[in-house]
Protein backbone atom coordinates (compact mmCIF):
# COMPACT_ATOMS: atom_id res chain seq x y z
CA UNK A 1 0.00 0.00 0.00
CA UNK A 2 1.61 3.28 -0.68
CA UNK A 3 2.73 5.27 2.03
CA UNK A 4 2.77 9.05 2.47
CA UNK A 5 6.11 10.60 3.86
CA UNK A 6 6.20 14.30 4.79
CA UNK A 7 9.73 15.82 4.60
CA UNK A 8 9.70 19.00 7.27
CA UNK A 9 13.78 20.01 7.11
CA UNK A 10 13.73 22.97 9.35
CA UNK A 11 16.82 25.03 9.28
CA UNK A 12 20.10 25.03 9.55
CA UNK A 13 21.83 22.09 8.45
CA UNK A 14 18.06 20.49 8.13
CA UNK A 15 17.74 20.87 4.61
CA UNK A 16 21.60 19.55 3.91
CA UNK A 17 20.83 16.18 5.88
CA UNK A 18 17.17 15.54 4.82
CA UNK A 19 18.34 15.74 1.34
CA UNK A 20 20.65 12.94 1.87
CA UNK A 21 17.99 11.46 4.00
CA UNK A 22 15.61 11.14 1.09
CA UNK A 23 18.23 10.01 -1.31
CA UNK A 24 18.10 6.99 0.43
CA UNK A 25 14.32 6.76 0.47
CA UNK A 26 13.98 7.17 -2.98
CA UNK A 27 16.63 4.07 -3.48
CA UNK A 28 14.55 2.28 -1.73
CA UNK A 29 11.63 3.09 -4.04
CA UNK A 30 13.68 2.67 -7.14
CA UNK A 31 14.84 -0.71 -6.36
CA UNK A 32 12.95 -2.33 -3.63
CA UNK A 33 9.42 -1.31 -4.92
CA UNK A 34 8.81 0.75 -1.67
CA UNK A 35 5.66 2.11 -2.68
CA UNK A 36 5.96 5.75 -1.45
CA UNK A 37 5.14 9.75 -2.13
CA UNK A 38 7.05 12.22 -0.64
CA UNK A 39 5.59 15.68 0.29
CA UNK A 40 7.74 18.07 1.26
CA UNK A 41 6.56 21.17 4.47
CA UNK A 42 8.08 24.21 6.11
CA UNK A 43 8.42 23.56 9.79
CA UNK A 44 11.10 26.19 12.69
CA UNK A 45 12.34 29.32 11.66
CA UNK A 46 11.86 28.91 7.66
CA UNK A 47 8.01 28.38 8.19
CA UNK A 48 8.04 31.89 10.78
CA UNK A 49 9.94 33.28 7.79
CA UNK A 50 7.78 32.53 5.14
CA UNK A 51 4.15 32.35 7.39
CA UNK A 52 4.46 33.88 10.81
CA UNK A 53 4.50 30.96 12.65
CA UNK A 54 7.10 28.00 13.37
CA UNK A 55 4.21 25.45 12.62
CA UNK A 56 1.92 26.82 9.83
CA UNK A 57 -1.75 24.37 9.83
CA UNK A 58 -0.85 23.29 5.85
CA UNK A 59 2.27 21.71 7.53
CA UNK A 60 0.26 20.16 10.74
CA UNK A 61 -2.73 19.12 7.58
CA UNK A 62 0.20 17.50 5.71
CA UNK A 63 1.86 15.63 8.87
CA UNK A 64 -1.75 14.72 10.21
CA UNK A 65 -2.16 13.17 6.62
CA UNK A 66 0.98 11.52 6.19
CA UNK A 67 2.03 7.71 7.31
CA UNK A 68 5.38 9.14 8.60
CA UNK A 69 7.05 11.86 8.58
CA UNK A 70 10.77 13.17 8.50
CA UNK A 71 12.22 15.96 10.09
CA UNK A 72 15.69 17.65 10.29
CA UNK A 73 16.15 19.88 12.91
CA UNK A 74 14.98 23.41 13.64
CA UNK A 75 16.10 26.85 15.47
CA UNK A 76 19.13 29.40 14.93
CA UNK A 77 20.62 32.50 15.75
CA UNK A 78 18.80 34.11 13.52
CA UNK A 79 15.46 33.68 15.35
CA UNK A 80 16.73 33.65 18.71
CA UNK A 81 15.23 37.21 19.61
CA UNK A 82 12.05 36.47 19.10
CA UNK A 83 9.31 35.45 21.93
CA UNK A 84 10.09 31.90 23.27
CA UNK A 85 6.19 31.35 22.36
CA UNK A 86 6.81 31.86 18.61
CA UNK A 87 10.58 30.47 18.43
CA UNK A 88 11.12 27.82 15.82
CA UNK A 89 11.89 24.88 18.89
CA UNK A 90 7.91 25.95 19.64
CA UNK A 91 7.24 24.42 16.05
CA UNK A 92 8.91 21.07 16.64
CA UNK A 93 7.42 20.86 19.77
CA UNK A 94 3.67 21.77 19.04
CA UNK A 95 4.35 19.00 16.14
CA UNK A 96 5.04 16.36 18.69
CA UNK A 97 2.04 17.38 21.06
CA UNK A 98 -0.15 17.54 18.06
CA UNK A 99 0.87 14.51 16.72
CA UNK A 100 0.46 13.16 20.47
CA UNK A 101 4.09 11.45 19.67
CA UNK A 102 4.58 10.51 23.52
CA UNK A 103 7.30 7.99 22.77
CA UNK A 104 11.01 8.76 21.87
CA UNK A 105 13.23 6.19 20.81
CA UNK A 106 16.79 7.16 21.23
CA UNK A 107 19.39 4.43 20.32
CA UNK A 108 22.86 4.79 20.79
CA UNK A 109 24.80 2.20 19.24
CA UNK A 110 27.95 1.69 18.75
CA UNK A 111 29.28 0.84 14.69
CA UNK A 112 32.62 -0.91 15.67
CA UNK A 113 34.52 0.80 13.04
CA UNK A 114 33.77 4.18 15.10
CA UNK A 115 35.14 2.53 18.58
CA UNK A 116 38.27 5.14 17.83
CA UNK A 117 36.01 8.15 17.48
CA UNK A 118 34.33 7.57 20.37
CA UNK A 119 35.13 9.45 23.89
CA UNK A 120 35.85 6.37 26.11
CA UNK A 121 37.93 3.80 25.84
CA UNK A 122 37.46 0.65 23.25
CA UNK A 123 36.84 -1.78 26.27
CA UNK A 124 34.74 0.72 28.15
CA UNK A 125 32.63 1.11 24.85
CA UNK A 126 32.75 -1.28 22.20
CA UNK A 127 29.45 -3.43 21.74
CA UNK A 128 27.54 -0.23 23.42
CA UNK A 129 23.76 -0.59 22.73
CA UNK A 130 21.42 1.34 24.75
CA UNK A 131 17.99 2.04 24.30
CA UNK A 132 16.98 5.65 25.65
CA UNK A 133 13.08 5.94 25.68
CA UNK A 134 12.44 9.37 26.81
CA UNK A 135 8.87 10.89 26.96
CA UNK A 136 8.18 13.73 24.56
CA UNK A 137 4.92 15.18 25.18
CA UNK A 138 5.12 16.11 28.87
CA UNK A 139 7.28 16.94 31.66
CA UNK A 140 8.69 20.37 32.12
CA UNK A 141 8.82 21.17 28.64
CA UNK A 142 5.14 21.85 28.54
CA UNK A 143 4.30 21.68 32.24
CA UNK A 144 1.75 24.91 32.86
CA UNK A 145 1.89 27.71 34.28
CA UNK A 146 5.46 29.01 32.87
CA UNK A 147 6.83 32.13 31.87
CA UNK A 148 8.27 35.42 33.20
CA UNK A 149 6.28 37.40 36.18
CA UNK A 150 7.21 40.51 37.52
CA UNK A 151 7.37 40.31 41.53
CA UNK A 152 6.44 42.94 43.87
CA UNK A 153 9.59 44.16 44.32
CA UNK A 154 9.65 44.61 40.42
CA UNK A 155 12.40 41.59 40.18
CA UNK A 156 11.78 39.44 37.64
CA UNK A 157 10.89 35.55 37.98
CA UNK A 158 10.69 33.04 35.29
CA UNK A 159 9.13 29.57 36.17
CA UNK A 160 8.43 26.53 34.63
CA UNK A 161 6.21 23.50 35.93
CA UNK A 162 7.56 19.91 35.69
CA UNK A 163 4.13 17.91 35.41
CA UNK A 164 3.50 14.12 34.92
CA UNK A 165 -0.16 12.07 35.50
CA UNK A 166 -0.05 8.69 36.33
CA UNK A 167 -1.30 7.78 33.06
CA UNK A 168 1.36 9.36 31.30
CA UNK A 169 4.09 7.45 33.42
CA UNK A 170 2.27 4.59 32.87
CA UNK A 171 2.19 4.91 29.11
CA UNK A 172 5.98 5.69 28.63
CA UNK A 173 6.70 2.71 30.85
CA UNK A 174 5.04 0.71 29.36
CA UNK A 175 6.64 1.32 25.62
CA UNK A 176 10.35 0.80 27.53
CA UNK A 177 9.33 -2.49 29.00
CA UNK A 178 7.80 -3.77 26.28
CA UNK A 179 10.99 -2.87 23.73
CA UNK A 180 13.38 -4.83 26.78
CA UNK A 181 11.32 -7.68 26.23
CA UNK A 182 12.62 -7.55 23.12
CA UNK A 183 16.23 -7.10 24.03
CA UNK A 184 18.39 -7.45 27.08
CA UNK A 185 15.41 -7.18 29.35
CA UNK A 186 16.46 -4.85 31.85
CA UNK A 187 15.16 -1.25 32.45
CA UNK A 188 16.70 1.26 34.15
CA UNK A 189 14.17 4.28 35.24
CA UNK A 190 16.08 7.62 35.59
CA UNK A 191 14.83 10.15 37.74
CA UNK A 192 15.52 12.77 40.93
CA UNK A 193 12.59 10.85 43.06
CA UNK A 194 15.34 11.89 46.03
CA UNK A 195 13.86 16.03 45.39
CA UNK A 196 11.26 16.34 42.96
CA UNK A 197 7.77 14.69 43.83
CA UNK A 198 6.81 14.49 40.42
CA UNK A 199 9.54 11.85 39.82
CA UNK A 200 8.65 10.38 43.04
CA UNK A 201 5.63 9.56 41.41
CA UNK A 202 7.04 8.47 38.29
CA UNK A 203 8.84 5.57 39.70
CA UNK A 204 5.97 4.89 41.81
CA UNK A 205 3.88 4.01 38.66
CA UNK A 206 7.04 2.44 37.12
CA UNK A 207 7.26 0.05 39.75
CA UNK A 208 3.59 -0.81 39.52
CA UNK A 209 4.66 -1.12 35.30
CA UNK A 210 7.28 -3.71 36.09
CA UNK A 211 4.78 -6.21 37.90
CA UNK A 212 3.05 -6.44 34.22
CA UNK A 213 6.93 -7.47 33.20
CA UNK A 214 8.23 -10.46 35.96
CA UNK A 215 10.98 -10.79 33.15
CA UNK A 216 12.39 -7.86 32.66
CA UNK A 217 14.60 -6.77 35.71
CA UNK A 218 14.22 -2.62 36.68
CA UNK A 219 17.07 -0.60 38.31
CA UNK A 220 16.28 3.00 39.35
CA UNK A 221 18.89 5.24 39.07
CA UNK A 222 18.67 9.35 40.48
CA UNK A 223 19.77 11.47 37.02
CA UNK A 224 23.28 12.71 38.11
CA UNK A 225 24.44 9.63 38.68
CA UNK A 226 23.04 8.60 35.46
CA UNK A 227 24.74 11.31 33.82
CA UNK A 228 28.05 10.43 35.37
CA UNK A 229 27.68 6.27 35.29
CA UNK A 230 26.72 6.41 31.27
CA UNK A 231 30.23 8.16 30.93
CA UNK A 232 31.79 5.66 33.20
CA UNK A 233 30.87 2.62 32.14
CA UNK A 234 27.63 3.31 29.69
CA UNK A 235 27.47 -1.10 29.00
CA UNK A 236 25.66 -1.27 32.21
CA UNK A 237 22.44 0.06 30.60
CA UNK A 238 20.12 -1.74 28.27
CA UNK A 239 17.14 0.36 28.31
CA UNK A 240 16.76 3.71 30.11
CA UNK A 241 13.61 5.16 30.45
CA UNK A 242 12.98 8.80 31.51
CA UNK A 243 11.09 12.16 31.49
CA UNK A 244 11.50 14.77 28.74
CA UNK A 245 14.32 16.97 30.01
CA UNK A 246 16.55 14.29 31.44
CA UNK A 247 16.30 12.24 28.43
CA UNK A 248 16.90 15.17 26.25
CA UNK A 249 20.26 15.83 27.87
CA UNK A 250 20.90 11.91 28.40
CA UNK A 251 20.90 11.27 24.88
CA UNK A 252 23.22 13.88 23.29
CA UNK A 253 25.51 12.80 26.02
CA UNK A 254 25.01 9.11 25.32
CA UNK A 255 25.43 10.59 21.42
CA UNK A 256 29.18 10.70 21.83
CA UNK A 257 30.02 7.66 23.18
CA UNK A 258 29.28 6.31 19.47
CA UNK A 259 31.37 8.89 18.05
CA UNK A 260 29.33 11.74 17.44
CA UNK A 261 25.59 13.55 18.23
CA UNK A 262 25.94 13.12 14.15
CA UNK A 263 25.07 9.50 14.28
CA UNK A 264 21.75 9.21 16.90
CA UNK A 265 18.64 8.88 14.78
CA UNK A 266 15.17 8.68 16.50
CA UNK A 267 11.61 7.69 16.39
CA UNK A 268 8.81 9.64 18.05
CA UNK A 269 5.39 7.42 18.08
CA UNK A 270 2.07 7.40 19.09
CA UNK A 271 0.10 4.73 20.52
CA UNK A 272 -1.12 3.65 17.11
CA UNK A 273 3.02 3.52 16.28
CA UNK A 274 2.44 6.14 13.85
CA UNK A 275 5.98 8.48 13.99
CA UNK A 276 7.92 11.00 13.59
CA UNK A 277 11.76 10.59 12.60
CA UNK A 278 14.65 13.33 13.42
CA UNK A 279 18.29 12.95 14.45
CA UNK A 280 18.70 13.51 17.90
CA UNK A 281 20.95 17.09 17.03
CA UNK A 282 19.88 20.04 16.10
CA UNK A 283 20.35 22.62 13.05
CA UNK A 284 24.16 23.38 14.13
CA UNK A 285 24.43 26.49 12.87
CA UNK A 286 28.03 26.43 13.21
CA UNK A 287 28.57 24.32 10.37
CA UNK A 288 25.33 24.93 8.29
CA UNK A 289 26.19 25.67 4.56
CA UNK A 290 29.34 24.09 4.50
CA UNK A 291 27.99 20.42 3.34
CA UNK A 292 30.20 18.94 6.37
CA UNK A 293 27.64 17.86 8.69
CA UNK A 294 26.88 13.99 9.23
CA UNK A 295 23.73 12.88 7.65
CA UNK A 296 23.94 9.44 9.21
CA UNK A 297 21.66 10.35 12.01
CA UNK A 298 18.77 10.94 9.69
CA UNK A 299 19.64 8.41 7.45
CA UNK A 300 19.08 5.88 10.39
CA UNK A 301 16.23 7.55 11.22
CA UNK A 302 14.84 6.23 7.97
CA UNK A 303 15.94 2.90 9.23
CA UNK A 304 13.74 3.55 12.38
CA UNK A 305 10.58 4.35 10.15
CA UNK A 306 11.05 1.44 7.64
CA UNK A 307 10.80 -0.61 11.36
CA UNK A 308 8.62 1.05 13.36
CA UNK A 309 5.95 3.03 10.43
CA UNK A 310 6.39 0.84 7.54
CA UNK A 311 7.06 -2.61 9.07
CA UNK A 312 9.54 -3.22 7.28
CA UNK A 313 12.64 -4.81 9.25
CA UNK A 314 14.40 -6.13 6.28
CA UNK A 315 15.11 -2.80 4.23
CA UNK A 316 15.45 -1.10 7.55
CA UNK A 317 18.90 -4.10 8.49
CA UNK A 318 19.95 -3.43 4.87
CA UNK A 319 19.84 0.74 5.23
CA UNK A 320 21.85 -0.27 8.67
CA UNK A 321 24.02 -2.64 7.25
CA UNK A 322 24.55 -0.22 4.17
CA UNK A 323 26.13 2.43 6.78
CA UNK A 324 28.14 0.16 8.09
CA UNK A 325 29.70 -0.52 4.97
CA UNK A 326 30.28 3.08 3.94
CA UNK A 327 32.20 3.26 7.34
CA UNK A 328 34.13 0.27 6.85
CA UNK A 329 34.93 2.17 3.29
CA UNK A 330 36.62 4.51 5.60
CA UNK A 331 34.47 6.97 4.79
CA UNK A 332 34.19 10.14 7.31
CA UNK A 333 32.38 13.52 7.86
CA UNK A 334 34.74 15.47 9.56
CA UNK A 335 32.79 15.09 12.94
CA UNK A 336 34.13 11.22 13.03
CA UNK A 337 37.12 11.35 11.47
CA UNK A 338 40.06 10.07 12.13
CA UNK A 339 43.85 9.87 10.99
CA UNK A 340 44.24 7.34 7.92
CA UNK A 341 40.40 7.67 6.89
CA UNK A 342 38.83 9.93 3.75
CA UNK A 343 37.11 12.74 4.65
CA UNK A 344 33.84 13.20 2.81
CA UNK A 345 30.93 15.86 2.77
CA UNK A 346 27.33 15.45 3.70
CA UNK A 347 26.26 14.86 0.01
CA UNK A 348 29.18 12.39 -0.74
CA UNK A 349 28.36 10.09 2.22
CA UNK A 350 24.49 9.94 1.08
CA UNK A 351 25.45 9.04 -2.41
CA UNK A 352 27.89 6.43 -0.32
CA UNK A 353 25.17 5.54 1.81
CA UNK A 354 22.73 4.68 -1.50
CA UNK A 355 25.44 3.03 -3.43
CA UNK A 356 26.11 0.87 -0.22
CA UNK A 357 22.22 0.02 -0.42
CA UNK A 358 21.71 -1.01 -3.62
CA UNK A 359 25.10 -3.07 -3.43
CA UNK A 360 24.62 -4.76 0.19
CA UNK A 361 23.54 -8.42 -0.64
CA UNK A 362 20.61 -9.62 1.71
N1 LIG B 1 15.49 18.56 17.06
C1 LIG B 1 15.80 19.83 16.84
O1 LIG B 1 15.34 20.43 15.88
C2 LIG B 1 16.75 20.49 17.76
C3 LIG B 1 16.97 21.83 17.59
N2 LIG B 1 17.91 22.46 18.35
C4 LIG B 1 18.17 23.86 18.00
O2 LIG B 1 19.30 23.88 17.14
C5 LIG B 1 20.02 25.10 17.34
C6 LIG B 1 21.49 24.80 17.64
O3 LIG B 1 21.55 24.13 18.88
P1 LIG B 1 22.87 23.57 19.54
O4 LIG B 1 22.70 23.65 20.99
O5 LIG B 1 24.06 24.20 18.91
O6 LIG B 1 22.85 22.00 19.21
P2 LIG B 1 23.18 21.22 17.86
O7 LIG B 1 22.83 19.80 18.11
O8 LIG B 1 22.58 21.88 16.70
O9 LIG B 1 24.79 21.34 17.72
C7 LIG B 1 25.66 20.99 18.77
C8 LIG B 1 27.05 20.70 18.18
O10 LIG B 1 27.00 19.47 17.47
C9 LIG B 1 27.39 19.64 16.12
N3 LIG B 1 26.52 18.84 15.27
C10 LIG B 1 25.17 18.70 15.37
N4 LIG B 1 24.72 17.92 14.40
C11 LIG B 1 25.76 17.53 13.66
C12 LIG B 1 25.91 16.71 12.50
N5 LIG B 1 24.88 16.10 11.91
N6 LIG B 1 27.15 16.55 12.01
C13 LIG B 1 28.21 17.11 12.59
N7 LIG B 1 28.14 17.90 13.69
C14 LIG B 1 26.92 18.11 14.21
C15 LIG B 1 27.21 21.13 15.83
O11 LIG B 1 28.04 21.55 14.78
C16 LIG B 1 27.51 21.75 17.19
O12 LIG B 1 28.89 21.96 17.32
C17 LIG B 1 19.29 25.84 18.46
O13 LIG B 1 18.42 26.76 17.90
C18 LIG B 1 18.53 24.74 19.17
O14 LIG B 1 17.39 25.20 19.86
C19 LIG B 1 18.67 21.79 19.25
C20 LIG B 1 18.48 20.46 19.45
C21 LIG B 1 17.47 19.71 18.76
C1 LIG C 1 13.42 21.90 21.02
C2 LIG C 1 14.22 20.90 21.80
C3 LIG C 1 13.45 20.29 22.92
C4 LIG C 1 14.71 19.85 20.87
C5 LIG C 1 15.71 18.93 21.46
O1 LIG C 1 16.75 19.32 21.96
C6 LIG C 1 15.46 17.52 21.38
O2 LIG C 1 14.33 17.08 21.18
O3 LIG C 1 16.44 16.76 21.56
MG1 LIG D 1 18.08 17.72 22.43
Redesign the pocket.
Known sequence: MRKKVAILA?D??GSE?TAEAVKVLAALQEHWGLDLVMESGLIGGAAYDATGTPLPDDTLALAQDSDAILLG????PKWETLDISVR??KG?LGIRSALKLFANLRPAILYPQLVGASTLKPEVVSGLDIMIVRELTGGIYFGQPRGVRCLENGEREGFNTLVYKESEIRRIAQVAFTIAMKRGRRVCSVDKANVLEVTELWREVVNEVAKEFPEVELSHMYVDNAAMQLVRAPKQFDVVVTTNMFGDILSDCAAMLTG???MLPSASLDQSGKGMY??I???????AGQGI??PL?TILSVAMMLRYSFNEPAPATRLEKAVGTVLDQGLR?P?IYSPGMSQVSTGAMGDAVVEALINTPD
Not at 73 to 76: D, F, H
Not at 281 to 287: L, T
Open positions: GGIIAVGGPELSIGEPHGSAPDIANATD
